[in-house]
């Protein structure tokens, strides 16, 4: 893939995509026939009430599961079609998540969470400690890298979890409810620090909230109900001037 050509082309381009699950002799269809294209460096929330097709969406873009029908296209190539050995690779690659459950290891510290998800996912090993520490600081973690999650609140977690995320350097930021176990404050200060760094690091991201507070935080809208798009809104709020103040509130 040149470099021309994936910055000519949308990161991602979903087309026609459908998702029918089936439950015994029921089908359920968690997405209807959904057309999305996101650019890169774009910071896109997909809202919807619980049920809508929010996490199966992600999920399909993040490769861990398989369309009934459509087209995924991943910086130029339809991962619909990828197998199972190859969407390894695309995750690996291309990809990293964070979710509600922050999924860190209780018996590992915050440096070493990082570390191990860049020996697992980083060719070469050799910048491992200091790539973690400059995420971790990244976060605002520099004091506690050493802390067990157990020492964290639910807002260092998600921190944590952040750092982890783009410490392997991912085109695409995944996050499913990064703030379904936060009060309002720390989630509002979580997502904004995600605008931040992804912003400061050009990465795409694609956020499932229900947290219509949270919204002022993305650059556009895809609103799901019963696996349709009903609306795709540009956040016409955002100007260079919120850019800053969103910023300032990463600091909190
Ligand atoms: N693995 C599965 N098997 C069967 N049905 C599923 C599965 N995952 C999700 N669904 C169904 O698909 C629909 C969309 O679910 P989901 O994508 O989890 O919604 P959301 O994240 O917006 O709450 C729901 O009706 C849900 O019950
Ligand atoms: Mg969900």
Do not use: W
Not at 35 to 40: A, E, G, Q, R
């Amino acid at each position: 893939m040149s470099n021309l050509k994936e910055a000519l082309n949308p990161v991602i381009r979903i087309e026609n995509l459908t998702k029918n699950y089936k439950l015994g002799e029921l089908s359920i269809c968690a997405l209807d026939n959904v057309s999305f294209s996101v650019d890169s460096g774009e910071m896109v929330f997909i809202m919807g009430p619980s049920g809508s097709g929010k996490t199966t969406l992600i999920n399909l873009v993040g490769g861990i599961d398989h369309p009934t029908n459509g087209t995924i296209e991943i910086i130029g190539e339809d991962i619909a079609k990828y197998t199972d050995k190859e969407l390894t690779l695309y995750r690996k690659k291309r990809l990293a998540f964070v979710f509600q459950f922050y999924s860190l290891i209780p018996t590992l510290t915050a440096r070493e969470n990082v570390e191990l998800t860049l020996e697992l996912t980083l060719r070469k090993r050799r910048n491992i400690s200091k790539i973690a520490e400059e995420h971790l600081t990244l976060v605002g973690l520099e004091d506690r890298m050493d802390n067990f999650p157990f020492q964290l609140s639910g807002g260092e977690r998600q921190r944590v979890a952040i750092a982890r995320a783009l410490a392997k350097s991912p085109d695409i930021l995944l996050v499913d409810e990064p703030t379904g176990q936060l009060d309002q404050k720390t989630g509002d200060n979580v997502v904004s620090l995600i605008r931040k760094i992804a912003k400061e690091k050009k990465k795409t991201v694609l956020l499932v909230t229900h947290d219509h507070e949270l919204e002022c935080y993305a650059d556009r809208v895809i609103r799901l109900r019963s696996g349709q798009i009903v609306a795709d809104d540009t956040n016409s709020l955002l100007s260079s001037t919120d850019e800053g103040t969103l910023s300032n509130a990463a600091n909190i």
